[in-house]
């Protein structure tokens, strides 16, 4: 039987499907490489983490240029560990303002805990705008696979500034669409000492295809399965790599990152997982907030192990 945490993602997808209406996934074009291979020749180059306030980059993909932006929220210095967050779909990460709500803020701007650690947001490209603008971008899937590059590419970038200026160990974590950027990093560069994704897997394409997210992709592209997969899932990539350094996060019943279809890439990790959807998941603040710490406080024998 279906339950709340199902029906209220079911439902949230359905309007806003409706309201996207002509602007839909990859509506006007599904040419472009695959994902993996973009997002392993990107390039981009970052300034010191140590220097408050946000900067904007130009990330240099093998399908053009891409504008993310990075922000060091938070530095304490050599002997702390460094956590780099990426958002969720849709969302400003660097909107603090009084009724501005995303996942970034909710977990480690507006809380009394103590992060113990250097806290440095990524913001993907396209998500210094509207969510209609937004969309709008996502009309070519091209734009799509830039995108996660782009934000691939930049946690790379700050993960290896943060290894250069400290001798302790990064963490990569991100939700939904940070997520996925997270463990398309650990697939392409592994370079991160632990990564912790929330409500993501490595079989990308196959969440336009087969979850209830389908609504929100061009009937052309629905038509297309085997394409989308082709380009956009790593499940391959991800679980050759042999390093036991990824703490995932699911949601149980999640209804647009599928437990059934997203655990299997998992295999032999130590999953967590939430009895919540993906809206209901995402909001569960603390719950998020202590799995990403409880990674973070692990850290220090990854690296050692590393050494």
């Known amino acids: 039987m279906t339950n709340i945490h199902e029906l209220l993602d079911v439902g949230t997808i359905q309007v806003s499907a409706i309201l996207l209406r002509d602007a839909k996934f990859f509506v006007r074009s599904l040419d472009s490489r695959p994902l993996v291979e973009v997002a392993s020749e990107s390039e981009v180059n970052v300034d010191h983490l140590d220097r408050a306030g946000e900067r904007t980059v130009t990330v240099d993909t093998p399908i053009g240029a891409f504008q993310a932006s990075y922000m060091p929220w938070q530095w304490r210095g050599p002997d702390y560990p460094t956590l780099i967050y990426h958002h969720g779909s849709g969302e400003r990460p660097f909107d603090f303002g009084r009724f501005s709500s995303n996942s970034f803020r909710r977990l480690f701007v507006a809380t009394d805990e103590t992060i113990p650690a250097n806290v440095v947001a990524v913001r993907a490209p396209f998500h210094d705008g509207s969510n209609m603008d937004y969309a709008r971008a996502m009309g070519d899937l091209e734009n799509f696979v830039g995108m996660l590059a782009a934000s691939v590419s930049l946690i790379d970038a700050l993960a290896t500034q943060a290894s250069d200026r400290t001798s302790s160990p990064v963490l990569a974590s991100g ?22 994704p929330i409500f ?5 394409g196959e969440m336009f295809v087969s979850s209830v997210y389908r609504k929100m992709t061009a009937r052309e592209a629905q038509k297309r399965p085997d394409h989308l997969r082709e380009v956009l899932d790593f499940e391959e990539e991800f679980k050759a790599v042999e390093a036991a350094n990824c703490a995932p996060l699911l949601a149980r019943y999640d209804r647009i990152i599928e437990y059934d279809r997203q655990h299997s890439a998992y295999a032999g990790m130590s999953l967590s997982v939430l009895d919540k959807g993906h809206v209901t998941g995402s909001l569960a603040t603390d719950r998020l907030r202590e799995h990403v710490l409880r990674v973070l406080s692990a850290c220090d024998t990854d690296r050692v192990g590393r050494a």
């Open 175 to 196: 939700i939904s669409l940070g997520g996925w950027a997270v463990n398309l990093h650990r697939a392409c560069f592994d370079t991160v000492d632990r990564y912790a």
């Open 200 to 204: 993501a897997g490595a079989a990308l």
